[in-house]
């Protein structure tokens, strides 16, 4: 079984094509270019093995956290590849794949703003945003992911005594790793609620104009 890995929710992308324990086609996409070449980037990576999007088994999105905008760019192609293909999809988080290729269960991302995105699995819920101020009232792991320069800054210095493992940023391929044992339980998303996994309102939210109400 084919399974169809899209990451876009970080400062580069890619999209990823393997199976189940081999390893995997991968075409890296560069940031802020998503929605003008994720779609041939797809078309790209099945031609490059000559199947077509109903060959598919799977579809493996990363929904977050990360760019607004590149969440639902991956998103959407998600959503249409499986609508229009009936292929099933399973959602992973961003920071689960970055624990999981750092083979620790902690993980941060830089969320600008002085703040992180922060996966403690100990804890409920096990990911949210949090500043430096909220990471110093948290009990600290021993080792936590990174693979960013401002999420180790703010871990550092907040956390001095933590053990930081850094590794390159996650892709569509380690995606695909996370999500196989979700892919052989059969544990599919729900298409029409699958929603990006933000964790932050955007700015639209937080910057726009306050409606009155009577």
């Not at 003008?36 to 579809?59: F, M, N, Q």
Request: with cysteine; net charge negative.
């Amino acid at each position: 079984m084919y399974l169809l890995g899209i990451d876009t929710c970080g400062p580069s992308g890619s999209v990823a094509l393997g199976r189940i324990n081999e390893a995997a086609a991968e075409i890296e996409l560069e940031g802020r270019t998503y929605s003008a070449t994720l779609v041939s980037a797809l078309e790209e990576i099945l031609k490059g093995k000559g199947i077509r999007p109903s060959d598919v088994g799977c579809i493996v999105v990363v929904h977050g956290p990360g760019s607004f905008t590149g969440v639902r760019v991956g998103l959407g192609a998600a959503k249409g590849l499986s609508e229009g293909a009936g292929v099933p999809v399973i959602a992973v988080s961003r920071l689960e794949v970055l624990a999981w290729k750092a083979a620790v269960e902690s993980a941060a991302l830089d969320a600008h703003r002085h703040e992180v995105f922060l996966r403690l699995p100990d804890r409920e819920p096990r990911e949210w945003l949090a500043g430096a101020e909220n990471v110093a009232q948290l009990n600290a792991p021993s080792k936590i992911a990174v693979c960013d320069d401002p999420a180790a800054d703010l871990l550092q210095r907040v956390w001095p005594a933590v053990e930081l493992v850094r590794v390159a940023p996650p892709t569509a391929s380690d995606a695909l790793a996370v999500a196989a044992p979700s892919i052989a339980a059969r544990h599919f998303a729900d298409v029409a609620l699958l929603d990006g996994h933000s964790l932050r309102r955007s700015d639209a939210e937080i910057f726009g104009p306050t409606v009155n109400r009577p």
